[in-house]
């Protein structure tokens, strides 16, 4: 194990001197990273706002009323949609809640004494937190209505001669209490009349209004509030769906930039492999006490390391940018297992030259083709479906999905399987398959 | 030491080496002789274990060199050069070093001494890339040393080191066999088979065709050595074979020496004399009909 240690020393320091080798290894993957995690979009926006998709089925005035004093709100950003897209739109995460105004709303909203309207609300699962600070702006959008019908008495007094016939006409009604109710009716016209006299004479100032609906805001029922689910989105296949785990550019921009390094140190090491034949040191090391199966354990320690030392550079580098990969865990065992997967792969591509130009040539050459279907150019997410299922062949794929499922897709540890469980047997295989290769070359 | 028999291999379509077999003892340099392509290097590299000999053993310390244990006691100057060109002398040395499990503190030590050796002390630190052609062969016989193995393999050790360079490599190949260690040196060169081999093989199309110290070859192969010169106006010209009518001669003979003297004390007088004695390139000639070198 010693030997193999000194083995891969050696080849590190090698790799490490070789400056384009480093170029394609770190600095080239880091800057595509850069590059593609700024230009993507993902993720909340910039502002702080609350985004609110609100649907007004009822579109009375009132409604529209409520909406607007939503929209007044600086804290909301309210988008109108239809109810579908509404609710969409937040199983998507494009909203952080919905808010949907049922036809009666307009009949009781801001009617003090009458049943509190209906609505209903949705949130986001993951932005429970934000449900009070929600309902409390759609309290107040009702207390703005409160205030207006003070302000618009005409609107009131159709309202109020309504009831008044209606506690008239019901029998159930005692008759003492239907005296005393339609005596306050009464003198509620009477105070509307009034107010609309002080109103047409004087401006009223608007602020003790607002506090005495503010008042009141804690003591009755302005709305009647009903959540409705959004939690479960109807499809997880969906891209919608895919995406909207998706918190910043960087979650997407950095698995795909490194599967570019993992791509680098692979072109590297087949290319130092071959350079190790053609330099003739290879001869040096075959007398060397070593058996040949601790040669090819050395290279390939080496490889791994260097993919490790690489792959937690970038992982540090996007932790720095803000990155917060979903579990560590599984993120180890990603990377892992791309480890094992490439290093396995490098030995067979490190046979397909004689020269380091030829070997290096064609390894990039075939990491690129995998690159391009296994979504290190353009995620897989994007693909159109015969290639999202061509590229269930690209380990280049499954590396980036499991790196993906660590960091954004949250991932359990079976879930997890897949990915790594393909990774591992690709590697294993390519190992064995590139080891009898070089044997064989060499005898 | 090294015991090989009847070892054959095949290259491609060419037949490399043809039945094969040599012994060396230890403290013995033994030296490989031949033209381009005879199979030198084949055959080193079957006797260190690199190639697989397709038929016949090779045996080094009654072990065989495909066994890891066994090469410990190896140490090879390819003829290629097989350094880490991006790495320093030093490094390319502590790293062999390393190889053989050589303990830290003895590791220095070594290291040290083989840099004496190649004479590139103050150039330790620099990257083999910008060495010059002599001072990459002198470190490439450094790397073979290290260990200080018991059998050393140099093949054609001092292509491209300049006449000083390369008498200081002598000294050390001599001390080393001072030392009692046991090698095996091929070369184009028949100055460095004469000063340094005790016995000299002569290989040609992957066969061994003579096999020999040095004085053994030339006598049976050399062929006799030419007399010639010119002989002074009033002696005896008769008494001297092969003189012409300008008083010049040329004769061959096995004793050349003896034979001067005989003549001498016969009365003849030498106005000119000049002995050519038998060389290795005079032996190949006999052996192969033709000439070592095309230079
Ligand atoms: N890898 C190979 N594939 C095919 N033929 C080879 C190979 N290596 C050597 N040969 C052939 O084997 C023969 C012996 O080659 P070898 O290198 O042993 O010669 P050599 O005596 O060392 O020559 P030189 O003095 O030029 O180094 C040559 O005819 C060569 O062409
Ligand atoms: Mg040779």
């Known amino acids: ?443 | 030491m090294i015991k090989v028999q009847n070892i054959c291999k095949t290259l491609g379509t060419t037949l490399a080496v043809n039945d094969v077999s040599f012994d060396v003892t230890a403290g013995e340099i033994l030296g490989l002789l031949g033209p381009n392509g005879a199979g030198k290097t084949t055959t080193l590299n079957m006797l260190v274990g690199i190639l697989q000999p397709d038929g016949g053993t090779v045996r080094i310390n009654e072990g065989n060199p495909c066994d890891a244990g066994t090469r410990h006691y190896l140490g090879i100057a390819p003829q290629g050069l097989s350094l880490y060109e991006e790495l320093t002398a030093q490094e390319n040395l502590t790293f062999l070093g390393q190889l053989y499990g050589l303990s830290a503190g003895h590791l220095r030590d070594r290291v040290h001494e083989m840099l004496e050796f190649a004479a590139l002390t103050d150039r330790r630190k620099h990257p083999v890339r910008t060495y010059s052609g002599g001072m990459k062969r002198r470190l490439n016989m450094a790397a073979a040393l290290i260990h200080d193995p018991e059998v050393v393999v140099f093949d054609e050790p001092t292509v491209g080191v300049d006449p000083q360079s390369r008498n200081h490599i002598f000294d050390r190949i001599e001390e080393l066999k001072k030392n009692g260690r046991t090698i095996v040196y091929t070369t184009h060169y028949m100055e460095e088979a004469q000063r340094l081999c005790d016995r000299v093989a002569v290989m040609d199309h992957g066969r061994i065709l003579a096999m020999d110290t040095l004085g053994g070859l030339l006598t049976t192969y050399g062929g006799a050595a030419i007399v010639k010169g010119e002989l002074e106006p009033d002696c005896q010209l008769a008494a001297c074979p092969g003189v012409e009518a300008d008083r010049s001669f040329r004769f061959s003979t096995n004793e050349p020496v003896r034979e001067v003297v005989r003549l001498s004390e016969s009365g003849v007088a030498f106005k000119a004399l000049q002995i050519n004695q038998p060389d290795l390139e005079a032996v190949f000639l006999s052996l192969t009909g033709r000439s070592l070198r095309d230079d």
């Open chain 1, 1 to 443: 194990m010693k030997r193999i240690l000194i083995l891969s020393l050696k080849d590190l320091k090698l790799i490490s001197r070789d400056k384009l080798g480093m170029f394609f290894m770190l600095a080239f993957p880091v800057l595509m990273a850069l590059f593609f995690g700024s230009i993507m979009n993902f993720g909340p926006s910039g502002s702080n706002a609350l985004k609110i998709a609100v649907c007004d089925r009822d579109r009375s005035p009132v409604s529209r009323r409520f909406v607007k004093n939503l929209q007044d709100n600086e804290v909301v950003d309210v988008d109108e949609l239809p109810r579908e897209d509404a609710v969409d739109s937040v199983r998507r995460g494009s909203h952080a809640g919905v808010i949907i105004i049922p036809p009666e709303f307009g009949m009781t909203a801001g009617v003090i004494w009458k049943d509190a309207p209906p609505i209903h609300l949705g949130l986001d699962p993951s932005r429970r937190a934000e449900a009070g600070m929600l309902e409390g702006m759609v309290m107040q959008a009702i207390g703005g209505l409160v205030m207006d019908r003070f302000q618009d008495p005409a609107t009131l007094r159709p309202l109020i001669e309504d009831s008044r016939k209606e506690i008239q006409a019901d029998d159930s009604v005692p008759l003492p209490t239907r005296v005393v109710l339609s005596t306050m009716m009464e003198s509620l016209a009477g105070l509307i009349d009034s107010i609309e006299q002080v109103q047409s004479t004087a401006d009223t100032a608007p602020g003790d209004m607002e506090q005495e609906a503010a008042r009141g805001r804690g003591e009755l029922r302005l709305a009647s509030v009903t959540y409705i689910d959004v939690s479960r989105s109807p499809d997880p296949g969906s891209r919608a769906a895919i995406l909207s785990k998706v918190r910043s550019g960087w979650d997407v921009s950095f698995p795909q930039a490194m599967v570019w390094a993992v791509m680098g140190c692979v072109a590297g090491f087949a290319t130092l492999i071959v350079r190790e034949n053609t330099l003739g040191t290879h001869t040096r090391l075959l007398v060397s006490p070593l058996t040949r199966s601790q040669l090819l354990a050395g290279k390939g320690v080496a490889c791994f390391l260097c993919l490790m030392l690489v792959l937690t550079t970038m992982i540090m580098l996007a932790v720095g940018l803000g990155m917060r990969p979903r579990r560590w865990d599984l993120l180890v065992l990603s990377i892992a297992s791309t480890g094992v997967c490439f290093v396995g792969l490098m030995l067979p591509l490190s046979l397909l030259g004689r020269t380091e130009q030829a070997v290096s040539g064609t390894v990039w050459g075939i990491c690129t083709v995998m690159a391009m279907f296994g979504g290190g150019m353009v995620p897989v997410v994007f693909m159109p479906p015969f290639i999202q299922t061509l590229s269930n062949f690209d380990p280049v794929k499954w590396a980036v999905y499991s790196m993906e499922g660590a960091i954004w897709r949250g991932f359990t540890f079976t879930e997890m399987l897949l990915p790594c469980g393909i990774l591992t047997a690709v590697g294993t295989v390519s190992l064995v398959i590139g080891s009898w290769m070089i044997s064989r070359r060499q005898a």
